[in-house]
């Protein structure tokens, strides 16, 4: 049985078939981005030269084309129609020209204090029509409580749409402004993404492939079955540094609060654990100007690579953030961190003599010794990395917390170990471990973590349960799924009900029950009183299928 | 994307488990609502806006304002060193210049803690503004603070604390003491002999709503600021004038408490009372958060909002500009002597009776200060439980002459040999040197 993991890179699109035994096939081609699914192709017919396409039972997908469909623009037209009720201006989140604001309000219970307004609702939409928009984004504020409103929209909508994206349908996280923006570019690019779906399944079919399981990498650090992620296409976004941190998941053994560094050309990625687990976005990821509410894994990216060039401005020398040019080694003119590293006798890769001489002409030209240029250029890169990962630590350890127990019990994190990925891993890892004193490890195949990443990691979900015993009811938004329940439904209920959600969700994608992995990550319940009487709970919970891998590999 | 013109910090602290008691108006659920609606904006997402994690209070912080008997922890509790953590994390963010405003949404809350606490008054124990500006004078250097108390009842605690601080102007406007708890917070109530027309207090009328309040910031509070020049402004932000408010009997709305916001333009805000927790609390926070950060909140209204219904009557405008007439005099021409308090010898001495209502308990209490032309004077308090032990509190003030300085610590060791007392407490800000002895 093998699984397979591509990871369509800006560069590269690195692609491993994993057995049993371990790598049974590994491939690296070059990213064509006019026609991504080429380089797909292609590397999927090396894997199969190699790999017996019978054992195949599933290929894990990280792909950019959502990323680059949105930070490009190529996306099509959306209808967005909003109703927001008192707070601030909806119109301050105008996403689009054809943005629609419908009077009409439900409150933070869910109740509803003013009647969506059908007339407007009715113009909106035809100006929506007349505009030639085909998709549609429907958001009321406070829809996760109570989405009637949103349906009462998609309802009106019915037949002008190709595809509609209610609100509550991405998530029961709360966040109008951002569902706005989520909703959005869901349906922006919804065709594009499904084109390449049907594209995926046909090129499989093409290759004796049919019968594997196709799964898309999201960015919080799992996969979503292909037929689901057709509905929430914007779940894929961002997905590349969550395959380079599912890697190091897969190839090491993380059991401390850790530090992961994932060095590539241009940027270092940074990434922390607490324990053995990949610390997620509070809110949701930014793409373009807009902050949405795509779960993300949190990842802090610098502009510090293996191409960042070397400067020197007022006699410091300086490396990055600005890219010109490959190194030296590489046929670049401009030394950079490489090349460095070159000088050092850290790294052997590209034309070492050429790298060497470039090296030292650019040094006689600023007088100054190579030796002494390559430890300040190292030094500066390191120290860069090292201020931004302390700078991370802190501000993840002053993330607000809403209880005492919270505040009081909750541990500081404090890493104590550093896994280093990437191209200039091996070369830098001597640096960073003298600048930080702490333990650095740089895996085996580290160049292929991210393709080893993709190919292991598991399917995830999450879910947000709400239950108001006083109405008398239970729902679960992004489930779509509502029940009355009795004004005796508790917390231990609802945290039951919300992990027997989770796993029939998962049964529902076809995705073997999970129960090990399932945990509940927030859970609550408030007494609503009125005057001097309980009249009922406020039940809050949230579970998920905690991202990692499928097993781990070394 | 929304960009604050003010940066500004805001401090979330709901304890979430933590209550009085679970039918108590001050329980868990009472910021539940207000985070939901702050989420639910993305008000985290406007540029220049940022949520922050509370300190943890010391017990020196709070020992450096109160007298506690018999001692800080007895009387805190985790909740109220959080509370009180939020705040002084607040005044930080001011303070450094890394927030315009901060807005402590913390609880419980602290305005009916007085200068001496054996408990808890009104929901509150300690007195959270008071301990943040004596926290940023210790640290920051002797300041010039103005607290503006906009809670529906009157702020007796911080009014008790600052009573001889000349440097510290507190106004409170409240609903009429003769009509609500604390029962207190009239006119008359200047100061004391030291701080005479420092203390300002404004009772309105049941029924006030938007004009009467902003009246009143126009003619009263605007001009005295003006003239008092703080360095600092606080705002104690009680949100219970709110006319859902089940515990009170004003008309505010949410609209007019951003607009008072927006006038006062305080540097720090802290969330005192308010108990309509789902019609009121979500909105009035989220105004009171946009007109701090310089943001649009015109479209910021409570469901079922009906300005014309809540209007007051002219009877109660016209109450009003009466107090508008006469409450500035106060301060502009400060009474020759102060209300309460008789002078003996070098000592101007009160006796007093303060029930802890949420205890159910009478402390006596004689406060007297040491009358002296060359600092603020020497503070002493004796003060019984009921029929507990005695506790005895001494206090140098900031800026404290040798004299008034000696004198204190000939006092506390007068008072140690005597040995009348079971609990004694220095608290000395000249030299910061905080000491309690007793069992």
Same mark, same amino acid.
């Given at each position: 049985?093998l699984?397979?993991?591509?990871?369509?890179?800006?560069?590269?699109?690195?692609?491993?078939?994993?057995?049993?035994?371990?790598?049974?096939?590994?491939?690296?081609?070059?990213?064509n981005?006019?026609?991504?699914?080429?380089?797909?192709?292609?590397?999927?017919?090396?894997?199969?030269?190699?790999?017996?396409?019978?054992?195949?039972?599933?290929?894990?997908?990280?792909?950019?084309?959502?990323?680059? *469909?949105?930070?490009?623009?190529?996306?099509?037209?959306?209808?967005?129609?909003?109703?927001?009720?008192?707070?601030?201006?909806?119109?301050?989140?105008?996403?689009?020209?054809?943005f629609h604001?419908?009077?009409?309000?439900?409150?933070?219970?869910?109740?509803?204090?003013?009647?969506?307004?059908?007339?407007?609702?009715?113009?909106? +939409?035809?100006?929506?029509?007349?505009?030639?928009?085909?998709?549609?984004?429907?958001?009321?504020?406070?829809?996760?409580?109570?989405?009637?409103h949103?349906k009462?929209?998609?309802?009106?909508?019915?037949?002008?749409?190709?595809?509609?994206?209610?609100?509550?349908?991405?998530? $029961?996280?709360?966040?109008?402004?951002?569902?706005?923006?989520?909703?959005?570019?869901?349906?922006?690019?919804?065709?594009?993404?499904?084109? =390449?779906?049907?594209?995926?399944?046909?090129?499989?079919?093409?290759?004796?492939?049919?019968?594997?399981?196709?799964?898309?990498?999201?960015?919080?650090?799992?996969?979503?079955?292909?037929? #689901?992620?057709?509905?929430?296409?914007?779940?894929?976004?961002?997905?590349?540094?969550?395959?380079?941190?599912?890697?190091?998941?897969?190839?090491?053994?993380? %059991?401390?609060?850790?530090?992961?560094?994932?060095?590539?050309?241009?940027?270092?990625?940074?990434?922390?654990?607490?324990g053995? %687990?990949?610390?997620?976005?509070?809110?949701?990821?930014? +793409?373009?100007?807009? @902050?949405t509410?795509?779960?993300?894994?949190?990842?802090?990216?610098?502009?510090?690579?293996?191409?960042?060039?070397?400067?020197?401005?007022?006699?410091?020398?300086?490396?990055?953030? *600005?890219?010109?040019?490959?190194?030296?080694?590489?046929?670049g003119?401009?030394?950079?961190?490489?090349?460095?590293?070159?000088?050092?006798?850290?790294?052997?890769?590209?034309?070492?003599?050429?790298?060497?001489?470039?090296?030292?002409?650019?040094?006689?030209?600023?007088?100054?010794?190579?030796?002494?240029?390559?430890?300040?250029?190292?030094?500066?890169?390191?120290?860069?990395?090292?201020?931004?990962?302390?700078?991370?630590?802190?501000?993840?350890?002053?993330?607000?917390?809403?209880?005492?127990?919270?505040?009081?019990?909750?541990?500081?994190?404090?890493?104590?170990?550093?896994?280093?990925?990437?191209?200039?891993?091996?070369?830098?890892?001597?640096?960073?471990?003298r600048?930080?004193r702490?333990?650095?490890?740089?895996?085996?195949?580290?160049?292929?973590?991210?393709?080893i990443?993709?190919?292991?990691?598991?399917?995830?979900?999450?879910?947000?349960?709400?239950?108001?015993?006083?109405?008398g009811?239970?729902?679960?938004?992004?489930?779509?799924?509502?029940?009355?329940?009795?004004?005796?439904?508790?917390?231990?209920?609802?945290?039951?009900?919300?992990?027997?959600?989770?796993?029939?969700?998962?049964?529902?994608?076809?995705?073997?029950?999970?129960?090990?992995?399932?945990?509940?990550?927030?859970?609550?319940?408030?007494?609503?009183?009125n005057?001097?009487?309980?009249?009922?709970?406020?039940?809050?919970?949230?579970?998920?299928?905690?991202?990692?891998?499928?097993?781990?590999?070394? | 994307?929304?960009?604050?013109?003010?940066?500004?910090?805001?401090?979330?602290?709901?304890?979430y488990?933590?209550?009085?008691? @679970?039918?108590? @108006?001050?329980?868990?659920?009472?910021?539940?609502?207000?985070?939901?609606?702050?989420?639910?904006?993305?008000?985290?997402?406007?540029?220049?806006?940022?949520?922050?994690?509370?300190?943890?209070?010391?017990?020196?912080?709070?020992?450096r304002?109160?007298?506690?008997?018999?001692?800080?922890?007895?009387?805190?509790?985790?909740?109220?060193? +959080?509370?009180?953590?939020?705040?002084?994390?607040?005044?930080?963010?001011?303070m450094? $210049?890394?927030?315009?405003?901060a807005f402590?949404?913390?609880?419980?809350?602290g305005?009916?803690?007085?200068?001496?606490?054996?408990?808890?008054?009104?929901?509150?124990?300690?007195?959270v503004?008071?301990?943040m500006?004596?926290?940023?004078?210790?640290?920051?250097?002797?300041?010039?603070?103005?607290?503006?108390?906009?809670?529906?009842?009157?702020?007796?605690? %911080?009014?008790?604390?600052?009573?001889?601080?000349?440097?510290?102007?507190?106004?409170?406007?409240?609903?009429?003491?003769?009509?609500?708890?604390?029962?207190?917070?009239?006119?008359?109530?200047?100061?004391?002999?030291?701080?005479?027309?420092?203390?300002?207090?404004?009772?309105?009328?049941?029924?006030?709503?938007?004009?009467?309040?902003?009246?009143?910031?126009?003619?009263?509070?605007?001009?005295? #600021?003006?003239?008092?020049?703080?360095?600092?402004?606080?705002?104690?932000?009680?949100?219970?004038?709110?006319?859902?408010d089940?515990?009170?009997?004003?008309?505010?709305?949410?609209?007019?408490?951003?607009?008072?916001?927006?006038?006062?333009?305080?540097?720090?805000?802290?969330?005192?009372?308010?108990?309509?927790?789902?019609?009121?609390?979500?909105?009035?926070?989220?105004?009171? /958060?946009?007109?701090?950060?310089?943001?649009?909140?015109?479209?910021?209204?409570?469901?079922?909002?009906?300005?014309?219904?809540?209007?007051?009557?002219?009877?109660?405008?016209?109450?009003?500009?009466?107090?508008?007439?006469?409450?500035?005099?106060?301060?502009?021409?400060?009474?020759?002597?102060?209300?309460?308090? +008789?002078?003996?010898?070098?000592?101007?001495?009160?006796?007093?009776?303060i =029930?802890?209502?949420?205890?159910?308990?009478?402390?006596s209490?004689?406060? /007297?200060?040491?009358?002296?032309?060359?600092?603020?004077?020497?503070?002493?308090?004796?003060t019984?439980?009921?029929?507990?032990?005695?506790?005895?509190?001494?206090?140098?003030?900031?800026?404290?002459?040798?004299?008034?300085?000696?004198?204190?610590?000939?006092?506390?060791?007068?008072?140690?040999?005597?040995?009348k007392?079971?609990?004694m407490?220095?608290?000395?800000?000249?030299?910061?040197?905080?000491?309690?002895?007793?069992?």
């Open positions: 049985m699984l397979l993991g591509i990871d369509v890179g800006g560069t590269h699109t690195d692609a491993v078939a994993l057995g049993p035994k371990g790598i049974e096939a590994q491939v690296k081609v070059a990213t981005h006019e026609d991504l699914l080429s380089s797909i192709k292609s590397a999927l017919s090396e894997i199969v030269k190699t790999a017996d396409p019978s054992r195949i039972k599933q290929l894990n997908l990280s792909t950019t084309l959502s990323t680059n *469909a949105i930070v490009e623009g190529r996306f099509e037209d959306v209808g967005v129609i909003v109703s927001a009720g008192p707070g601030l201006d909806p119109h301050s989140f105008m996403i689009c020209k054809d604001v419908i009077p009409g309000s439900l409150d933070h219970r869910g109740s509803e204090t003013k009647q969506l307004n059908n007339l407007s609702l009715e113009e909106a +939409i035809s100006s929506c029509r007349k505009s030639g928009v085909q998709v549609y984004a429907a958001i009321t504020k406070f829809s996760p409580r109570n989405p009637a949103e009462e929209m998609e309802l009106a909508i019915g037949d002008n749409a190709d595809f509609i994206t209610l609100g509550h349908q991405i998530t $029961g996280r709360l966040n109008f402004p951002r569902r706005i923006a989520t909703a959005y570019y869901n349906c922006a690019v919804w065709r594009v993404f499904n084109k =390449f779906a049907d594209a995926i399944s046909g090129t499989l079919e093409e290759m004796g492939l049919g019968h594997i399981k196709v799964n898309i990498l999201k960015a919080d650090g799992g996969t979503m079955p292909l037929p #689901l992620s057709r509905r929430v296409p914007v779940q894929s976004i961002f997905s590349g540094p969550a395959a380079s941190v599912m890697g190091i998941i897969a190839l090491c053994k993380i %059991t401390h609060d850790s530090i992961i560094y994932d060095i590539g050309g241009t940027t270092t990625d940074i990434a922390i654990f607490v053995g %687990t990949p610390l997620i976005e509070q809110e949701g990821i930014n +793409i373009g100007s807009h @902050p509410l795509v779960r993300a894994l949190k990842v802090h990216s610098i502009g510090v690579g293996g191409d960042s060039a070397i400067s020197i401005l007022e006699g410091t020398v300086r490396v990055g953030p *600005a890219r010109l040019g490959p190194s030296i080694a590489f046929g003119e401009i030394p950079t961190l490489t090349d460095a590293l070159i000088w050092k006798d850290s790294c052997d890769c590209g034309n070492i003599g050429k790298s060497k001489a470039g090296f030292a002409a650019f040094a006689s030209k600023i007088d100054l010794n190579p030796d002494e240029l390559a430890d300040k250029a190292i030094e500066n890169a390191i120290d860069k990395i090292h201020d931004s990962t302390r700078e991370l630590v802190e501000e993840i350890n002053q993330q607000p917390v809403y209880t005492i127990h919270e505040l009081l019990e909750n541990r500081r994190i404090v890493p104590r170990k550093i896994y280093i990925m990437g191209g200039p891993a091996k070369a830098i890892k001597m640096d960073i471990f600048k930080f702490l333990s650095t490890e740089v895996p085996e195949n580290y160049d292929v973590a991210n393709a990443g993709a190919a292991l990691t598991r399917t995830t979900t999450e879910i947000e349960l709400f239950a108001d015993t006083e109405r009811v239970m729902f679960i938004p992004s489930l779509g799924y509502r029940e009355n329940v009795p004004r005796t439904y508790d917390l231990e209920a609802a945290e039951k009900d919300a992990m027997n959600h989770l796993l029939a969700h998962l049964g529902e994608m076809r995705v073997a029950a999970d129960g090990d992995n399932a945990l509940i990550t927030a859970s609550s319940s408030f007494n609503m009183v005057g001097d009487t309980t009249v009922g709970r406020n039940i809050r919970v949230k579970c998920q299928i905690k991202p990692g891998v499928v097993r781990t590999y070394s | 994307m929304l960009k604050a013109e003010n940066s500004l910090g805001i401090i979330f602290f709901p304890a488990d933590w209550a009085i008691s @679970p039918t108590h @108006p001050e329980r868990e659920e009472r910021l539940l609502y207000t985070q939901d609606q702050l989420r639910e904006e993305g008000l985290f997402d406007i540029e220049g806006i940022r949520e922050y994690k509370p300190e943890v209070a010391e017990t020196e912080d709070i020992e304002v109160h007298f506690c008997f018999p001692e800080a922890e007895a009387i805190a509790t985790r909740s109220h060193y +959080i509370s009180t953590g939020g705040a002084i994390k607040a005044a930080e963010l001011v450094q $210049g890394e927030r315009d405003r402590a949404l913390v609880r419980p809350p305005h009916h803690a007085m200068k001496t606490v054996l408990g808890s008054r009104g929901f509150c124990a300690v007195n503004e008071a301990i500006c004596e926290h940023i004078r210790e640290k920051y250097g002797q300041k010039r603070i103005a607290i503006i108390d906009t809670d529906c009842h009157h702020g007796d605690g %911080t009014q008790d604390v600052y009573w001889h601080d000349p440097d510290t102007l507190f106004i409170s406007m409240h609903q009429d003491g003769r009509t609500i708890f604390p029962g207190t917070g009239f006119p008359k109530d200047a100061g004391g002999p030291k701080a005479l027309g420092k203390n300002i207090n404004i009772p309105l009328p049941p029924g006030t709503s938007d004009a009467g309040f902003m009246m009143v910031m126009e003619r009263i509070v605007m001009p005295i #600021l003006e003239d008092f020049k703080p360095d600092l402004i606080i705002n104690s932000a009680g949100q219970d004038n709110h006319f859902t089940p515990i009170t009997n004003m008309n505010f709305s949410a609209q007019g408490y951003a607009a008072l916001t927006k006038m006062l333009k305080p540097h720090i805000a802290v969330l005192e009372g308010g108990y309509a927790i789902q019609g009121a609390l979500p909105y009035v926070n989220l105004g009171i /958060s946009l007109a701090l950060a310089g943001v649009d909140y015109s479209h910021v209204c409570e469901p079922g909002w009906n300005p014309e219904t809540l209007k007051e009557s002219d009877e109660i405008m016209s109450y009003i500009e009466t107090l508008c007439g006469s409450i500035p005099d106060i301060y502009f021409n400060p009474p020759e002597k102060s209300n309460e308090g +008789i002078i003996n010898g070098d000592w101007s001495v009160r006796h007093r009776n =029930f802890y209502d949420t205890e159910g308990f009478t402390e209490q004689t406060e /007297s200060l040491l009358l002296c032309n060359d600092c603020r004077g020497l503070l002493k308090v004796q019984q439980k009921e029929n507990g032990p005695m506790g005895f509190g001494i206090e140098i003030p900031i800026g404290a002459c040798d004299k008034c300085r000696n004198t204190g610590y000939s006092i506390l060791e007068e008072a140690q040999v005597k040995s007392f079971r609990y407490q220095m608290i000395n800000r000249r030299e910061k040197e905080y000491m309690r002895y007793g069992f």
